[in-house]
């Protein structure tokens, strides 16, 4: 008789089970520092970083590497029991989003325009005032933002950030709050995904679990929820 065989079943991750680490050793490489281990984004770009395997070795490398102590968000789609000799402040629960269908063409409405370095300081303003996620001096560096000017100053704006791969994350979308209700989020975050497809690649973002207003009007977007997603924010102190 033939002994009997047992199977091994190895279970793929998805690149975006991972999404910084992706983008840490993809696309956004350039921006990054560290090894193939554990990597962090340049700290006037991001605060984020990133371990390949979430072991205490790994942690205790990114540890070691990072030379601020500025607070450090991980993303994960497991949940952290500890991270080496990092200290974990808080988990925010996220939803991570996908967009697959094909994005409605361009209609007639208010102009966007490209950011660049000149607008910077208005960004940064705007981004203090929404808190639509930590956004710093060399944040554009990610490329790709657009806006919304009313009489010269900018209210609205969107942009990419995580290049993991062939899947680009949307962020930044953000309204100066006088002028809210007039779709301008909605008119961006669509022309960032026409941008997106035109490459053929696929944009998806990061929402709170908790805000259920925007989880409805991803989804009414056309969004899909793909998984739950984990951002630990760690501190050396």
């Known amino acids: 008789m033939f002994a009997q065989r047992e199977e091994t079943r190895i279970v793929m991750k998805h690149i975006l089970d991972n999404p910084v680490w992706a983008a840490l050793i993809s696309e956004n490489y350039k921006l990054s520092l560290g090894n193939d281990t554990a990597r962090y984004f340049k700290s006037d770009v991001s605060t984020f970083a990133g371990v390949k395997e979430f072991t205490e070795t ?4 990114l540890y070691d590497f990072i030379p601020f102590e500025t607070p450090v968000p ?15 402040i808080t988990k925010v629960d996220s939803y991570q989003m996908l967009y697959t269908e094909h994005v409605e063409e361009k209609t ?13 300081p208005e960004m940064m303003a705007l981004t203090k005032l929404t808190n639509p996620g930590p956004f710093l001096p060399r944040t554009i560096d990610f490329g790709n933002y657009e806006g919304i000017l009313n009489e010269g100053k ?3 704006m969107a942009g990419q950030r995580l290049h993991s791969g062939d899947f680009v994350e ?7 709050p006088d002028h809210l209700g007039k779709g301008y989020a909605r008119q961006l975050i669509l022309n960032q995904i026409r941008n997106i497809q035109s490459r053929k690649e696929t944009a ?6 908790d805000n259920e207003r925007a989880v409805k009007i ?20």
């Open 58 to 61: 790994n942690f205790k490398m």
């Open 74 to 88: 991980i993303f994960t789609d497991q949940k952290l029991v500890t991270a080496g000799p990092w200290k974990i």
């Open 108 to 120: 007639k409405d208010t102009e966007i325009v490209k950011l660049n370095e000149h607008h910077v």
């Open 154 to 156: 900018l209210v609205a």
């Open 170 to 176: 949307i962020s930044a979308v953000c309204t100066h």
């Open 204 to 209: 998806y973002l990061h929402v709170r679990l």
């Open 218 to 237: 991803y989804e009414k977007m056309g969004f899909q929820i793909r998984k739950n997603i984990f951002i630990y924010i760690l501190s050396k102190s």
